[in-house]
């Protein structure tokens, strides 16, 4: 009887074929015990999958008994509605942003509506309807909605952290992968970068654009200086700027309560002397250095698409975050260690900085190709 690969999970699979049918059975083991237990599953995907989540609930239950798990709720009813609101409870204590919180309830309530009476937990007992209402959910989504494809992942990819959640508290019999159940694959799609001259014709474009405005042909050139994303510029305070120690300090995308640190180097310690003139002359030495909100950005994004059409510029997928990137690129060009850009770039994985930015500098590769043909 061959013992099958399977997850990390305490506990062991086997396949054991039948003499009278010839196809292969599920047996399970369970950790410290010799007795195989039969579960009259034939050996296929599905059944394998039901397997390791009977062995994942045993090992739960063996923790629970060492005390090294709390003990389950007794509460007899939960609705999906409650679940939904526990899961945006957990949301806030984590120091989610008040952004990430509404693309998460647009995400859930676009697929669970309100008045939703599905039941996860009926009278003390958890089955597999739970999960296949959740699953039927999903697919009158994804059949009935005329979303684009990239939205569609995009809400897809919330929807599955609200399953694992309930899975992970034990209000569902089983998991459900839904990025893979339905294979909302987008291909993903590249920011492209803004080249220094584009950007040097957008800042001009931007202070002589009237109505005048100074400060968002600032607002471009910090982005360029510095590589930040438009939302976290808009949350800057003075207080976050330590002009004598020369650092900005900047919440952590990921995890709020962290803060990051950016250094402030000449060009940029200049820009900032000017902004701070600005708010002292125009808004009476407000505290925020820009006097835009987080949620101007769709208003700040139409102004930039503006001043790109005036110019003949290319959009493309760039908007803001291309600055960002002409940013991150210029490190890479410059030979700076991956490292070092990783720590401007403030990338939690490495992965990130080195798989998603990549230096795409044709006059750099005409040079290279150049030195080959001399030599």
Request: glycine letters at 6%.
């Amino acid at each position: 009887m061959p013992r099958k690969k399977k997850k990390t999970v305490p506990g062991t699979i086997y396949t054991k074929v039948s003499g009278s049918t010839g196809k292969g059975y599920l047996y399970y083991r369970l950790p410290g015990s010799r007795k195989q237990i039969s579960t009259g599953l034939e050996d296929t995907p599905v059944h394998y999958n039901i397997v390791v989540d009977i062995l994942k609930h045993c090992y739960k239950q063996t923790l629970r008994g060492r005390e090294l798990l709390p003990e389950e709720s007794r509460e007899t009813h939960l609705t999906i509605n409650e679940a939904k609101d526990r899961f945006f409870d957990n949301l806030r204590k984590k120091g989610r942003t008040k952004q990430t919180l509404r693309m998460y309830k647009y995400a859930i309530e676009t697929i669970v509506s309100p008045d939703s009476a599905i039941m996860l937990r009926e009278k003390g007992v958890i089955d597999n309807k739970s999960a296949f209402s959740l699953e039927v959910l999903a697919d009158e989504y994804v059949m009935t909605t005329i979303h684009t494809l990239v939205t569609k992942a995009t809400i897809m990819r919330h929807y599955q952290c609200f399953i694992n959640y309930c899975y992970k508290n034990g209000w569902l019999a089983r998991s459900i992968n839904i990025r893979k159940r339905y294979n909302l694959k987008t291909g993903g799609h590249v920011r492209d970068a803004y080249m220094d001259d584009e950007v040097r014709q957008i800042f001009i474009k931007a202070l002589f654009r009237l109505p005048r405005d100074y400060e968002f042909p600032l607002l471009i050139l910090f982005l360029r200086y510095t590589g930040f994303r438009i939302q976290e510029s808009l949350r800057l305070y003075w207080s976050d700027i330590d002009i004598d120690r020369k650092v900005i300090v900047v919440a952590n995308k990921m995890d709020t309560a962290r803060r990051d640190v950016f250094p402030i180097y000449h060009k940029l310690n200049k820009l900032l002397l000017v902004l701070k003139r600005l708010s002292i002359q125009r808004y009476r030495n407000q505290d925020k250095v820009f006097r835009w909100e987080p949620t101007s950005t769709s208003v700040l994004n139409k102004r930039l698409a503006g001043i790109e059409e005036s110019l003949g510029i290319k959009k493309g997928m760039r908007a803001f975050h291309g600055f960002r990137r002409t940013f991150i690129n210029a490190l890479i060009d410059n030979g700076e260690s991956v490292y070092n850009v990783q720590e401007l770039a403030r990338h939690g994985n490495i992965q990130t900085t080195i798989t998603h930015y990549k230096s795409r500098n044709p006059n750099k590769l005409i040079d290279i190709m150049d030195t080959m043909s001399n030599q």
